[in-house]
């Protein structure tokens, strides 16, 4: 299979731990971007990287959330000192920007239950 | 900022017939995508179609195809000969293709869909 993966798809955990979540993209995709998805809501952006560099961030991702993607291939989103609030299931999309074109396309996600 | 609104949580439709959902969005930058993407229960989400906001022909993928009317801000999905498996929750997602603007996906709340044998 050859789309985008994340692991682990599962993840509960108790209130003021640190999560880290992984993503893999399509092979060669340049693009990386991260979503958060709550019940009965669509995707808000989290934060996206070109390559190895981190582009933007939303204003929704707090002090406790960092994201890396070190080579420019797989990358991490941690969260450190879990809330309650943050329970939501955590989507990584990669694209190949190339002459101002893209599509994202979707990984299964991480669904994160903080306790 | 651009927003994007569907405004039918649920809809349903009988197996073989055609549904459309609707879509407005809010902008006012002149160079974007639209997309809508598929989200089956408990599975991941998929592109179902995209459509250039500078293309004037209307995309089409098979038995799904859109009505993108850009004056109105209007990009509604419609599914014909619909399946059991088209049964999701289906969403409506802008992109802002103008230099230096924000390249991420700004979605709506969703429709779910259900299809009825």
């Known amino acids: 299979d050859t789309g985008v993966s994340q692991n682990p798809r599962h993840k509960i955990t108790k209130r003021g731990q640190n999560v880290t979540f992984r993503c893999d993209p399509i092979s060669e995709h340049n693009r990386l971007y991260w979503y958060r998805q709550t019940l009965g809501q669509g995707p808000e952006f989290l934060t996206y990287?070109?390559?190895?560099?981190?582009?933007?961030k939303s204003r929704l991702l707090s002090d406790r959330f960092s994201a890396e993607r070190p080579k420019g291939s797989f990358s991490t989103l941690e969260i450190q000192r879990t809330e309650q609030g943050d329970s939501a299931m955590y989507l990584c999309?990669?694209?190949?920007?190339?002459?101002?074109?893209?599509?994202?396309?979707f990984g299964p996600g991480t669904r994160l239950l903080v306790l | 900022a651009q927003t994007v609104t569907q405004s039918q949580p649920e809809m349903s439709v009988q197996e073989a017939e055609t549904v459309t959902l609707s879509c407005t969005y809010d902008t006012s930058e002149n160079n974007y995508y639209l997309f809508w993407y598929k989200q089956p229960p408990s599975r991941q989400m998929i592109l179902v179609i995209r459509?250039?906001?500078?293309?004037?022909q209307n995309a089409t993928e098979n038995r799904f195809s859109v009505n993108f009317q850009k004056a109105a801000k209007s990009f509604s999905l419609k599914i014909s000969d619909s399946q059991l498996g088209d049964t999701a929750m289906y969403f409506c997602?802008?992109?802002?293709?103008?230099?230096?603007?924000?390249?991420?996906?700004?979605f709506g709340k969703g429709t779910k869909l259900t299809v009825n044998p």
């Open positions: 997602a802008f992109m802002d293709r103008t230099q230096g603007g924000s390249e991420k996906l700004v």
């Open positions: 999309a990669s694209s190949l920007f190339y002459r101002g074109q893209e599509t994202q396309y």
């Open positions: 459509q250039e906001a500078y293309k004037q």
């Open positions: 990287f070109q390559n190895e560099a981190q582009l933007e």
